[in-house]
């Protein structure tokens, strides 16, 4: 009887066939051997005349391959934006084969997203200010609302191209403005008078391209800002469930708090611990994440199709109020391995083999029936 068989869909990082999660394809490969799932790995530039040349990983000498294979039953996303044209072949890709079977389809931009979730009165309470960039007024208007806000691109990741503007006091006072730029790399603090914000966010291209959201205050004693990172993620029942979440600190004199930034991933009960010291209020805060996880996961499935994953970056500020600052439909692990959470660090390479073989089986089933 044939295996069920799943491929990862990927990008290589360079025109030197690096993959970026090798390590953790590896993993997966292992795994879903040991499930009697068959897994392999393939970019688009793999698929020739209707089938795929493979990349093929064997557990037992260590290795990785190249095979000849067929389209797999199922197809995990994994690729994330590029400015490449490897990721054009990829909408070419997602474009001419939407007709196989996707466990997870793209996520729309962050604004886009926000504004669905906006639609549900009971989302409301947990949604930052937003607005979509459209000229300098837009910025302006938030300062006068908030002391301080964030401007981030509506498809950026990892903290590439954020930056926070706070305002002085006094009306003619400069702008502080902090931030990172699109190679991650923290660019140097500067006052900008308000005269110049203007010229500034010019050279930042931000119109109809980033979003302006208020800051919510989340500096530490330290004086690093944090949050944390939720994974949620399809079992093997077909149903959402919350894999866990972490604390995240960001490295010193960042306006985020991306582990790729250089931040640090910190057990959450530890971090809650600090920020929130009545500990009633804190098991509300867990419970009340939890499903607002899992509420968020199941309305964005509803609304834009198959998903498997989601990352939600949370916010909880002094009060135990909770906001949804970000939304990510291709996760990374390793918060987990930093914080040495073995068992959800499985758990989160094994559920989407795990919800594959659901997929695969329930299917089979309907045929059969």
């Given at each position: 009887?044939?295996?069920?068989?799943?491929?990862?869909?990927t990008?290589?990082?360079?025109?030197?066939?690096?993959?970026?999660?090798?390590?953790v394809?590896?993993?997966?490969?292992?795994?879903?051997?040991?499930?009697?799932l068959?897994?392999?790995?393939?970019?688009?530039?793999d698929?020739?005349?209707?089938?795929i040349?493979?990349?093929?990983?064997?557990?037992?000498?260590?290795?990785?391959?190249?095979?000849?294979?067929?389209?797999?039953?199922?197809?995990?996303?994994?690729?994330?934006?590029?400015?490449?044209?490897?990721?054009q072949?990829?909408?070419?890709?997602?474009n001419?084969y939407s007709?196989?079977?996707?466990?997870?389809?793209p996520?729309?931009?962050?604004w886009?997203v926000?504004?669905?979730?906006?639609t549900l009165?009971?989302?409301?309470?947990h949604?930052?200010?937003?607005?979509l960039v459209?000229?300098?007024?837009?910025?302006?208007?938030?300062?006068?609302?908030h002391?301080?806000?964030?401007?981030?691109?509506i498809?950026?990741t990892?903290?590439?191209?954020?930056?926070r503007?706070?305002?002085?006091?006094?009306?003619h006072?400069a702008y502080e403005?902090?931030?990172r730029?699109?190679?991650?790399?923290i660019?140097?603090?500067?006052?900008v008078?308000?005269?110049?914000?203007?010229?500034?966010?010019a050279?930042?291209?931000?119109?109809?391209r980033?979003?302006?959201?208020?800051?919510?205050?989340?500096?530490?004693?330290?004086?690093?800002?944090?949050?944390?990172r939720?994974?949620?993620q399809?079992?093997?029942?077909?149903?959402?469930?919350?894999?866990?979440?972490?604390?995240?600190?960001?490295?010193?004199n960042?306006?985020?708090?991306?582990l790729?930034g250089?931040?640090r991933?910190m057990?959450?009960?530890?971090?809650?611990?600090?920020?929130?010291?009545?500990?009633?209020k804190?098991?509300?805060v867990?419970e009340?994440a939890s499903?607002?996880?899992?509420?968020?996961?199941m309305?964005?499935?509803?609304?834009y199709?198959?998903?498997?994953?989601?990352a939600l970056?949370?916010?909880?500020?002094?009060?135990?109020?909770?906001?949804?600052?970000?939304?990510?439909?291709k996760?990374?692990?390793?918060?987990?391995?930093?914080?040495?959470?073995?068992?959800?660090?499985r758990d989160s390479?094994?559920r989407?083999?795990?919800?594959a073989?659901?997929?695969?089986?329930?299917r089979?089933s309907?045929?059969?029936a």
């Amino acid at each position: 009887m044939s295996q069920p068989v799943l491929g990862i869909l990927t990008l290589y990082l360079n025109n030197r066939y690096r993959l970026e999660e090798a390590s953790v394809y590896e993993r997966m490969i292992a795994e879903g051997r040991e499930m009697g799932l068959d897994v392999f790995v393939f970019t688009p530039a793999d698929v020739h005349g209707g089938m795929i040349h493979a990349l093929v990983f064997n557990p037992s000498t260590g290795k990785w391959s190249r095979q000849k294979r067929p389209f797999p039953h199922m197809i995990y996303d994994r690729c994330r934006i590029q400015k490449s044209a490897r990721f054009q072949q990829l909408l070419r890709f997602r474009n001419q084969y939407s007709h196989l079977l996707f466990l997870n389809r793209p996520l729309r931009n962050k604004w886009t997203v926000h504004q669905a979730l906006y639609t549900l009165r009971r989302f409301r309470p947990h949604l930052p200010e937003t607005m979509l960039v459209q000229s300098l007024g837009d910025v302006t208007r938030m300062l006068q609302h908030h002391p301080a806000v964030y401007l981030k691109p509506i498809n950026g990741t990892g903290g590439r191209g954020i930056l926070r503007i706070s305002r002085g006091s006094g009306s003619h006072s400069a702008y502080e403005i902090r931030g990172r730029n699109a190679n991650r790399s923290i660019i140097t603090p500067r006052k900008v008078p308000a005269a110049m914000l203007g010229s500034f966010l010019a050279g930042w291209d931000v119109k109809g391209r980033y979003l302006v959201q208020e800051a919510i205050p989340l500096e530490l004693p330290s004086g690093r800002v944090h949050d944390y990172r939720m994974l949620v993620q399809k079992n093997g029942f077909g149903e959402w469930e919350v894999t866990g979440c972490v604390g995240r600190v960001g490295a010193l004199n960042s306006v985020t708090s991306n582990l790729h930034g250089g931040g640090r991933a910190m057990v959450m009960s530890e971090l809650l611990n600090e920020w929130i010291t009545d500990p009633q209020k804190r098991e509300k805060v867990n419970e009340e994440a939890s499903r607002l996880g899992i509420d968020v996961s199941m309305f964005l499935e509803e609304q834009y199709g198959a998903l498997c994953e989601l990352a939600l970056d949370l916010a909880i500020d002094r009060s135990g109020r909770i906001l949804l600052l970000e939304v990510n439909p291709k996760p990374s692990r390793e918060v987990f391995s930093q914080i040495g959470d073995k068992a959800a660090y499985r758990d989160s390479l094994t559920r989407p083999l795990e919800y594959a073989l659901w997929v695969y089986n329930r299917r089979k089933s309907a045929k059969n029936a």
